[in-house]
């Protein structure tokens, strides 16, 4: 019988709750392949954005500011 991804999942289900999160951790592994390039662009956009924030071009948020920014309300019934 073939292994199935549904019957993978079915098993996975199955593990305690930090047993699936390492298995997901060791599949996002398996997708994330290293790009020169794209290292190379982030890195040279840190570079420009770390430039205009000494320069007082741009202020730094706080973590707590960003998070609240993108939190999805609870929602109220």
Partial sequence: MPITAKSLSEQAMQLPPDERMALVDQLLDTLDEPDASVDALWAKEAESRLA???RG????????????????PPNRT
């Fill in 57 to 72: 071009e741009i202020q730094a948020a706080s973590l707590s500011d960003v998070i609240s920014k993108y939190q999805v």
């Fill in 52 to 54: 205009a924030y000494r």
